[in-house]
């Protein structure tokens, strides 16, 4: 498999992939160091003192190979290029829709998941200086109980299963 890096990261969500229940299909790594002790993590768009793994949406051209999605956004949002060493569990986000505040108990209840996630665990094999997010997104190595308490602390418990499911030393 053949991938060209881009200079730029895509945007917007025109050409992004659903489920058949209305849930984004979303693809990401694990990016592992060459020990397997720790993990890269990577600061939020939204939040920037929150900590995340890299992944976005799966879009048209992408929905043969969800590989590509995962390494493609990867290197836009971290900058890291690996080899993929391993596919793991699917994971739905069944946090509420971030409407929820607005909605009665019955309404969040009957919500689809936000995000169904496709995660594939990746060992890096090397972080460029220069990337599409560079400018705007922080990274990070974090050890296995770290990066659940970081995680765990920014309310992203489907993030902490896919971590979880991982080979990383515990």
């Known amino acids: 498999m053949s991938i060209a890096f881009k200079d730029t990261a895509r945007v917007g969500r025109q050409n992004q992939l659903f ?64 080899s993929i060493i391993s596919v793991l569990p699917i994971v739905q986000d069944l946090r509420p829709p971030k409407e929820w ?3 009665t108990d019955e309404k969040v209840m009957l919500h689809p998941p936000r995000s169904e996630f496709h995660f594939f665990e990746m060992k890096c094999n090397e972080l460029h200086d220069v990337y599409p997010e560079s400018k705007e997104r922080k990274r990070k190595w974090f050890d296995f109980n770290t990066a659940i308490e970081e995680l765990n602390g920014n309310k992203r418990p489907e993030l902490v299963k896919i971590l979880e499911s991982s080979s990383i030393k515990r």
């Open 101 to 103: 505040g607005k909605m």
């Open 19 to 82: 489920n058949s229940q209305g849930a984004r299909l979303v693809a990401g790594c694990v990016v592992l160091n060459n020990e397997n002790d720790k993990v890269l993590l990577i600061s939020s768009s939204a939040k920037k003192n929150k900590w995340v793994l890299p992944k976005g949406g799966i879009e048209i051209d992408e929905k043969d190979d969800y590989k590509l999605t995962a390494i493609r956004e990867t290197w836009e949002e971290a900058g890291v290029t690996g």
